[in-house]
């Protein structure tokens, strides 16, 4: 199930399944929690859960790290009163199951490393995803073996997190995304009774209970994700812009994701800005890597596998699918509610067509002036334009051949995803940049408090790179602290709109 791998001899991370004493530990504390004879209902016994199942994992430092486990959930059943009782009553079984469906979805007991500096690709289903972050959710993996790897065991998410409201906001993003996979439809409200009309309210609320069990029984697509690590190429010299001939392409502002409009479907992202993948994600961490890492939640998986980056290097992310709606960061972060459909449709490969992708700007905060440097928006512009190269396009190094290699190094974990991946002989085959490379999906790189770039700067600068690599750019105006972004960023579409007519 493992195919031959061109670049690098992966290194792999071992799963619980894999050593069978503490592995029937594990199964011996959730079968009561799937048969309902050791139900969990609360918090309290959610919390007695994980202090359980951390020890048999060797992840319990000490008792007090779960002592604000209730403090977190009792704050989001503040926010939505009815999503935590429907997770204990419908969802903690179910994710049990998933959890005991390690060994049959990872024969092998393994998934390959994403090791710094080494180009490398891991394929995952969506199903496998979930089994994962399930375990971590209830602490049952084991704890990395190298300081580059965060983890993907939950032990840092309640520390400390009394009183951390952002915190509260995450979990019911995580719920969410639980809920979502396993099938089960977010609760209706209930309408006030009336004495009045009694039987058309029964009537009514058996219609719903229909309705329900109806969509209970449909849950996602098992999809596929694919994990990239590529090392990236120097940027584009002056003379690369100086004598470029290629078109300017379309800029243009588009509306926060929403039930009904999602711009992210059928482009790439290019948000992510931290070195570690998921960034702080399941720690107290509330910015835009965490963000995005929550609202596809099966991509936090990584940080199992995906070892810390370097500047030098990119992640991309194919295939995600988007459970929930978050809203601003940092403190004001507010989970918005579930998305029961992801409208981004499933391409070839059975990969959703979607790519997450890192770019790291430069931090002007102490220094403002030195972004308007001609040096500074090479760098810059350069930066932008590396991340917005087709994956097809970024080079694998070949240690036994010495020289750059444009093939597929892959590893597909499982016997049921090679079946649901499409192959071109060893290499990963995904259609979204078949034809015309997909646009971008992004607000501009560097703009916000901690990077202290300038928005119209930012936006000019993106719009050159994605040009560049043959990109529209669809521009995200999401709510920045201490920024009007929309306000900002609307002259900029102006400008570009007029010099598109010009014909520049």
């Not at 910015?287 to 995906?306: A, P, Q, Y």
């Not at 201490?482 to 014909?503: H, I, N, P, Q, T």
Request: hydrophobic share 40%.
């Amino acid at each position: 199930s493992v195919f031959p791998v061109l670049c690098c001899v992966a290194m792999s991370v071992d799963l619980p399944c894999k050593k069978k004493e503490s592995w029937e530990k594990v199964e011996k504390k959730l079968q009561p929690i799937i048969s309902q004879e050791t139900p969990i209902a609360d918090a309290a016994a959610f919390r007695g859960l994980i202090i359980a199942t951390s020890d048999i994992s060797g992840c319990l430092k000490q008792r007090s790290q779960y002592n604000d486990v209730d403090a977190v959930f009792a704050m989001a059943v503040e926010i939505d009163p009815v999503t935590v009782p429907e997770f204990f009553a419908k969802g903690m079984p179910k994710l049990c199951e998933a959890v005991l469906d390690m060994p049959k979805l990872f024969p092998e007991g393994a998934v390959d490393m994403l090791r710094k500096g080494e180009p490398h690709t891991v394929i995952l289903t969506e199903k496998q995803c979930v089994c994962l972050v399930a375990a971590g959710f209830l602490c049952c993996l084991n704890e990395p073996t190298t300081s580059n790897l965060q983890g993907l065991n939950f032990r840092k998410f309640y520390r400390g997190a009394a009183g951390v409201i952002s915190q509260a906001h995450k979990l019911l993003g995580i719920l969410h995304f639980f809920m979502r996979s396993f099938g089960i439809a977010p609760p209706k409200v209930k309408k006030s009774k009336s004495a009045n009309n009694e039987e058309e309210e029964e009537e009514e609320e058996e219609e719903e209970e229909e309705d329900n069990a109806e969509e209970e029984l449909a849950p996602p697509p098992d999809t596929t994700l694919v994990f990239c690590r590529r090392s990236l190429p120097e940027p584009p010299g002056i003379d690369v812009w100086d004598d470029s001939e290629k078109p300017l392409l379309k800029a243009s502002l588009v509306p926060e994701v929403d039930a009904t409009q999602d711009a992210s479907a059928e482009a790439r992202m290019l948000n992510l800005h931290a070195l570690r993948p998921g960034g702080d994600a399941l720690g107290l961490g509330a910015d835009m890597d965490e963000v995005v890492f929550i609202e596809h939640g099966s991509t936090l998986v990584c940080l199992l596998f995906f070892e810390k980056l370097s500047d030098k290097e990119v992640m991309i992310i194919q295939g995600a699918t988007r459970s929930c709606i978050l809203r601003g960061h940092g403190p004001n972060l507010s989970c918005v509610g579930p998305l029961v459909n992801d409208t981004c449709p499933v391409g070839e490969g059975n990969i959703r067509r979607r790519e997450l992708c890192t770019v790291f700007p430069t931090s002007y905060r102490h220094k403002v002036v030195d972004q308007y440097s001609a040096d500074a928006m090479l760098t810059d512009v350069g930066r932008m334009y590396l991340s917005a190269t087709p994956l097809a396009q970024l080079p694998l190094f070949d240690p036994a051949e010495g020289s750059w290699d444009r093939g597929e190094a892959s590893s597909v974990v499982g016997d049921d995803v090679n079946e649901s991946v499409s192959r071109k002989g060893n290499e990963v085959e995904c259609d979204l940049d078949d034809e015309t490379p997909a646009p971008l999906f992004c607000f501009p790189p560097g703009v916000g408090p901690q990077y202290g770039g300038n928005p119209q700067l930012r936006f000019v600068l993106l719009w050159l790179a994605a040009s560049q690599a043959g990109r529209q750019i669809r521009v995200r105006t999401p709510p920045i602290l201490e920024l009007e972004l929309a306000e900002d960023l609307k002259e900029a579409e102006e400008l570009v709109g007029v010099l598109l007519e010009a014909g520049v």
